[in-house]
T-cell receptor, first 114, second 114 residues
Framework: KNQVEQSPQSLIILEGKNCTLQ??????????LRWYKQDTGRGPVSLTI?????NTKSNGRYTATLDADTKQSSLHITASQLSDSASYICVVSGYTGGGNKLTFGTGTQLKVEL | DAGVIQSPRHEVTEMGQEVTLRCKPISGHDYLFWYRQTMMRGLELLIY????????DSGMPEDRFSAKMPNASFSTLKIQPSEPRDSAVYFC????????????FGQGTRLTVV
């Protein structure tokens, strides 16, 4: 069964600190992996999209890594800001006979405090 | 472009009533997705369209749910009759017809069925 597990479930850090969020998946065959940021009361916004051949992708202070062999991804946030407080969702796309099928993680709730 | 536009933003209705959620995708996007998000289950894909044709509706929870896309600029998700367990935030998203492009989400419709 295709699954995406994220850890930790929630995290509180001080402003200016770094943090790393984890995503482990069992989706196969693999198409791509996406990290989304969702602010409270808003729709998810894409941070990165990574395909099988990509190991690292950055978007400003956000850096995603992908290890397709171990089926693990991480999202590293550098020099956190209060505006980074949000839910971060890992979504893995896998090929099926009818096209790509998305499997969602339940998200990591990040809170950045002063 | 104004992005994906959903209406209404909030809907409160009584159990048994019909509810219609509306979505206008980004112009030129060939794919349209309907998602449901709850605290318990996170984000779930309900159905998606390609060029106005429903491709995968396996996520639609039951026959009370139906979705249509009469043209490239409009889609509806209808629940009839609604039940309290349908209470959730419903998101619409669209993306271009390229495999590894990001999907853009609307602001969502928060549905409460009492």
């Amino acid at each position: 069964k295709n699954q995406v597990e994220q850890s930790p479930q929630s995290l509180i850090i001080l402003e200016g600190k770094n943090c790393t969020l984890q995503c482990n998946y069992t989706v196969s065959p693999f198409s791509n992996l996406r990290w989304y940021k969702q602010d409270t009361g808003r729709g998810p916004v894409s941070l990165t999209i990574m395909t099988f051949s990509e190991n690292t992708k950055s978007n400003g202070r956000y850096t995603a890594t992908l290890d397709a062999d171990t089926k693990q991804s991480s999202l590293h946030i550098t020099a956190s800001q209060l505006s980074d407080s949000a839910s971060y969702i890992c979504v893995v796309s896998g090929y099926t006979g009818g096209g790509n099928k998305l499997t969602f993680g339940t998200g990591t709730q990040l809170k950045v405090e002063l | 472009d104004a992005g994906v536009i959903q209406s209404p933003r909030h809907e409160v209705t009584e159990m048994g009533q019909e509810v219609t959620l509306r979505c206008k995708p980004i112009s030129g996007h060939d794919y349209l997705f309907w998602y449901r998000q709850t605290m318990m289950r996170g984000l779930e894909l309900l159905i998606y369209f390609n060029n106005n044709v429903p491709i995968d509706d396996s996520g639609m929870p039951e026959d009370r749910f139906s979705a249509k896309m009469p043209n490239a600029s409009f889609s509806t998700l209808k629940i009839q009759p609604s039940e309290p367990r349908d209470s959730a935030v419903y998101f619409c998203a669209s993306r271009a017809d390229t495999l590894n492009t990001e999907a853009f989400f609307g602001q969502g419709t928060r549905l409460t069925v009492v």
